[in-house]
């Protein structure tokens, strides 16, 4: 069984194949929960999905850090974009 405290301390590692392994995790342990509600159950399938897809693409000798990701995202933006890609324009 997956605690918050363990997808926390995954989060926090920087290691994305263990966060999202231990995400992964907690969302089957609740999509099997008696009191998940047909609602809960068709979100948390689609975060299953997604998290699942995600992994596949993931190598398994590859290290991901999420933080140098991150990094090398923002790095690879041009100056003056701002977060939808368009240029920022001059008041």
Known sequence: MVTLSEILAAAQSGDRRATLEALRDQIALVIDAPSTTGAELA?????????????????????????????????????????????????
């Open 43 to 91: 979100s948390l399938a689609r975060q299953m999905i997604v998290v699942t897809e995600i992994l596949e693409g993931i190598s398994d000798g590859q290290a991901v850090n999420l933080v140098n990701d991150l990094a090398a995202k923002r790095a690879s933006r041009k100056p003056g974009a701002n977060a939808s890609g368009r240029a920022a324009s001059g008041g």
